[in-house]
């Protein structure tokens, strides 16, 4: 039974939950079985936000994340709150701004991506940096296929923003393709 | 033997109606049923809303579609009935407590969304039903079985509170002007848009004995002494108005858009009439 | 909007698409959370379809409009969270007696008055059956899926338009703001029910019911019946009265319109409680984490695991559960896990009446309970 358990974290109005959303929502596409849940309240509003999907082969009972298969961080404090929550297994991304903890570094695979001056410089649009991250995520964890994602990207951004969402999208995998090199 | 009118707008098996001897409230749903009849309005299409208290009881005896709610709540109901079906004719009878104390918040945005609902609020100045507690348009210092001592609070001027709130129409008659009250309630319910009414009532039986007015004949002249039609108030100077209340149509505003035709607009945007 | 068939949907939004796909033209609600989505997406779909939408001034303001809406003729829906449903516990007994369909959404919050109001819990349980003053026939759907606030909102309204009574959609937090998929099935692949809107009365009762039946036929108004619907005892032409014998009757027959076709109303989900050891009793999104827990223990060659679903959780599958427990006879043990101190848990003891031992598993601090927390306690119990 493959099942993947995806974190995103990041600061209130990054755009993690919708990350989330557009990753659940080509998983789903292409046949699988998804859950997508965030944190709500004050949580959600500035400080640290947190959304999570699930993707499986099979159907999913417990809609709960405990130890994401990976952890994405766009800020240092969000990583801060969510990086004991793990497995040995988990993989974690974060912005290359954040400082990852050596005993992280030591026993995780850890990728830290210039997500956030990409977004500024590469695309010039702050706001795609959660779109880069849905490239990063699924570049690692294939729970969708690029098509799917595309279209999934293309269905929650806002009109006229479509072709430098795509960019983004396609820049985050690039980013993951040219980390392994 | 009931009058015509009577027989063709009343649930004739059902009265006599339960109202103390000497209440207005039977004048006033008389000029109601009155209204409805001279307007010519398909009995079928007509929908008389109430909530609780002696005004409400009235729903009952009315051979329309009526529905007697629950506290307060009339002008919620009412504000359903209406944005559901469109062409029905809604009029809501309540009563001071009802519309304006517990049904305050539904008054003030039944009167701010401007929907084609016709108010007319029974006000005897005293919560009858329960037995003469004081009510939001008792007058300050008079009693009620819970102000022994006078009331300390100020009363409202409905018809004012409602025109402040945005309502289109507001006037105010009284039981013992008929003529005048099924006139204004008939431009009321003509009126598309909120309308409100104060029909002003009286209570002999708790408002009156508790504040020594008379009986109902005393209380009903009293109206006629007391009040003046705002048309002829107009041209009386200031010093002639002392004292008196303004009766008759108050204010009037053709200009705000009637909220039901709004939603249709929406529909028809959306492609929901097809 | 999207037409495709398969869609990935909120809890909260599926319940709008379901009450759609049902019929339902009217909306009238206070923003709350965690049930604001349902007003929104009813906003934005209403008209599209040509139903009404409308945000009242406040939560009783929402349901007596709805109800308002149902009487004239259109399937009418209300949704909001704790607060606003206890302030909406009036005119649920006004829809009881009066007998007019409608169906009022939870989605339930944590704690009494304000409480946390973005985390998840089951506490309004009891109150979703008593809250509303006076014996009244209520009817309570709590969905555990996505799929399930699509489908069993479909339900909801046939039972409240069949049987003439509000019916309660039960969901907490974590059904209502999960995202999962969902298949929109289309009306003409769906049962329907509709009130029976044809009929004049013509000179008889309003609330007259043939013999051996116990719902009366319903037009609404501006059909030219021109009856009285009132909160007041009344007699059969809607008329209020105060004759006992006139109340008894009425008072009878709208709890028997409930009990005694209860068959028809209840509807429940086993998992394996044919041998199980230890049977778990839940209901809503709790389910989910003993479903958690059940393939946890599958991996962990651990006890038998059952798990007892109500779905209808109002009126209770009584019946169901007595023929479980009188049929297995591996049963040790019974854990009713609940997001609250205890309620669910004394109708399940109430029924089993000692035959094996009734546990609670409750959790009241906003967090969801975990199949690691029910794992623990059935260890700890057996």
Known sequence: MAKTEIRMTGSGGQGVIMGTIIIAEAAYEDGKQVIQCQAYGPEARGGSSKAETIVSDDRIHYTKIKYPDLLLSLTQESLNKFKDAVKPETIFVVDSDIEVPEEIKAAHKVYSLPILDSAKDVIKNKMSANIISCGVVNEITHVATQEAMERAVLNHVPKGTGDTNLAALRLGGQMIRDYEK | MPSKLIEKTM?????????????????????????????????????????????????????????????????????????????????????????????????????????????????NNIYGMTGGQYSPTTPHGEKGTTAPYGNIDYNFDIPKLAEAAGATFTGRCTAYNVQGAVKLIEDAIKHHGFSLIEGMSVCPTYYGRKNKKGDSIAMLNWQKDTCIDAKVAAKLPPEKLEGKILIGELSRDESKEEYTDMYMKIIERCGGNK | MSDKRFQLLQGNEAVVEGAIAAGMRFYAGYPITPSTEIAERSALRLPQVGGKFVQMEDEIGGIAAALGASVAGLKAMTATSGPGF?????????????????????????????????????????????????????????????????????????????????????????????????????????????????????????????????????????????????????????FPTNDNQQTDSQERRLLDKITKRRDRIQKWEEVECDDCETMIVCFGGTARAVQGAMDEAKKQDFFKIGMFRPITVWPFPEEALNKIIRSNKHLRQIIVAEHNDGQMVLEVQRIVEGRVPVIKLGKIDGTTITPEEVLKKIEEEY
């Open chain 2, 11 to 123: 649930r004739v098996n059902r009265l006599p109606h339960i109202w103390c001897p000497g209440c207005g409230h039977g004048i006033l749903m008389r000029d109601v049923a009155q209204a409805i009849y001279n307007l010519g309005l398909d009995p079928d299409k007509v929908v008389i809303v109430s909530g609780i208290g002696c005004s409400s009881r009235a729903a009952g005896y009315m051979n329309y579609n009526t529905l007697h709610t629950t506290h307060g709540r009339a002008l919620a109901f009412a504000t359903g009935v209406k944005l559901a079906n469109p062409e029905l004719t809604v009029i809501c009878i309540t009563g001071d407590g009802d519309c304006t104390a517990i049904g305050g918040n539904h008054l003030i945005h039944a009167c701010r969304r401007n929907i084609d609902i016709t108010s007319i609020v029974f006000n």
């Open chain 3, 86 to 238: 206890s302030l909406k516990q009036e005119n649920i007994g006004y829809a009881a007696i009066a007998e007019i369909p409608i169906v009022i959404v939870d989605v339930q919050r944590e704690g009494p008055s304000t409480g946390l109001p973005t985390s998840p819990s089951q506490g309004d349980l009891m109150q979703s059956k008593w809250g509303t003053h006076g014996d009244h026939p209520v009817i309570v759907i709590s969905p555990s899926s996505v799929q399930e606030c699509y489908t069993e909102t479909v339900r909801a309204f046939n039972m409240a338009e069949r049987f003439r009574v509000p019916v309660i959609f039960l969901m907490d937090e974590i059904i209502g703001h999960l995202r999962e998929g969902c298949e929109m099935i289309p009306p003409e692949e769906l049962t329907i029910s509709n009130r029976r809107i044809d009929r004049q009365f013509n000179g008889t009762l309003a609330y007259a019911v043939q013999e051996g039946n116990y719902v009366p036929e319903f037009a609404p108004f501006g059909k030219g019946d021109h009856f009285n619907v009132t909160g007041l005892f009344h007699d059969l032409d809607g």
